[in-house]
């Protein structure tokens, strides 16, 4: 059965601080991986996508890494602000997607 | 250029009545996909559409379907609603198909089942 994990269920950090949110998945067949930024009452953004054969891609603040051999992959948000304030989904798969649960980020001033 | 657009946003069923959700992708984009949010299972896949052929359907009884017109404009329907089908219904469009093309979500359905 396919799995996406997300770790820490929530998280709450001070503004400007750094952090790192956690992703393990267990998904056939897997072509990419993708993390999104969810804010309350709105729609999943995309952040990052990665390919099996790529382990680091940024966007902005957002550094996304994956390990295909282990199965992991984590989010780093550096700086934050409190506009990061948001659910942070990752999925997995190629064309049936499984979404994590979501971590939930709360920026505090 | 304007987002994906879902209707409603907001709406309020009895158990047992059937439902029917709108999406409107963007333009130019003909695959449409659906997805069901619940705090408890997270973000969960129902079924893409590209070229008004289903391509792929997630794990949901046959209660859940769904259609796409020949403007790649999408419908999904729930009938006989159960309280447990109560969840943000998200659709999210993509120039072709899901694997390896960006999806842009819509705001999504709010649906209580009551």
């Known amino acids: ?5 997300q ?5 709450i950090i001070l503004e400007g601080k750094n952090c790192t949110l956690q992703c393990n ?35 902005g603040r957002y550094t996304a890494t994956l390990d295909a051999d282990t199965k ?38 | 250029k304007a987002g994906v ?22 333009s130019g984009h003909r695959s449409v996909s ?6 408890g299972q997270g973000l969960q896949f129902l079924f893409e559409y590209f070229s008004e052929t ?9 209660r859940f379907s769904g259609r796409q017109f020949s403007n790649s404009r999408s419908e999904m329907n729930v009938s006989t609603l159960e309280l447990g089908d109560s969840a943000l219904y998200l659709c999210a469009s993509s120039l072709g198909p899901l694997s390896g093309n960006t999806i842009y979500f819509g705001e999504g359905s709010w649906l209580t089942v009551v």
């Not at chain 1, 059965?1 to 994990?5: A, G, I, L, R």
């Not at chain 1, 267990?26 to 390919?51: A, C, E, H």
Request: proline residues 7%; positive net charge.
């Open chain 1, 1 to 5: 059965k396919n799995q996406v994990e």
């Open chain 1, 7 to 11: 770790s820490p269920q929530s998280l």
């Open chain 1, 25 to 59: 998945y267990t998904v056939s067949p897997f072509s990419n991986l993708r993390w999104y930024k969810q804010d309350t009452g709105r729609g999943p953004v995309s952040l990052t996508i990665m390919t099996f054969s790529e382990n680091t891609k940024s966007n």
């Open chain 1, 72 to 109: 992991q992959s984590s989010l780093h948000i550096t700086a934050s602000q409190l506009s990061d304030s948001a659910s942070y989904i990752c999925r997995a798969g190629s064309y049936q997607l499984t979404f994590g649960k979501g971590t939930k980020l709360s920026v505090i001033p």
């Open chain 2, 5 to 26: 657009t879902q209707t409603p946003r907001y709406l309020i069923k009895t158990r047992g009545q059937q439902v029917t959700l709108s999406c409107s992708p963007i």
């Open chain 2, 34 to 39: 659906w997805y069901q949010q619940t705090p």
């Open chain 2, 54 to 62: 289903q391509r792929n359907k997630g794990n949901f009884p046959g």
